[in-house]
């Protein structure tokens, strides 16, 4: 590195805490930033919300619950196509279960279906760059292969 293309990068490192564009992470995320502050979402009920980079809310986590398993479908359409992000459907204990990273011009992702354990699970919404509305919504469907309750032997 020249000294003059040093004294550049410099100029553009020093600057960058007083820029506008300064990454700032989720700061401004809420209690949604993490999985213990995961907003509760009805079962086939389509919600709305709202991701930015610029304002510091790239995450949100929510959470549903399943009295017994069943095929869960998850659907999410972004507003704006250009971001970049992605859906992730994690168990009670935050493990992957699915997810899709967001495909650059695509509206409309959907997760699933896929069969999801009774209990507590959690969708994290993510966006690492640009800003969208979205809209979200999880749909379970009793599984015909998985028994919903415990069957009793037959004596
Ligand atoms: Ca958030």
Redesign the pocket.
Known sequence: MTGKRALILWAILASLPASGCKYVG?K??????TRGGATPVELDVAVD?R?SQKQG?????KTFSLDAPAEVTVDIWWDDPSIKGSVTLRDQFGARLSGVSHAQGTRHEVIGPLLVPAGQSFVE?FLSRGASVYTLEVRAKASASVPSAPVRPDF
């Open positions: 989720d401004h995320s809420g209690d949604d930033a919300d991701l809310d790239n995450t949100d986590w919404v």
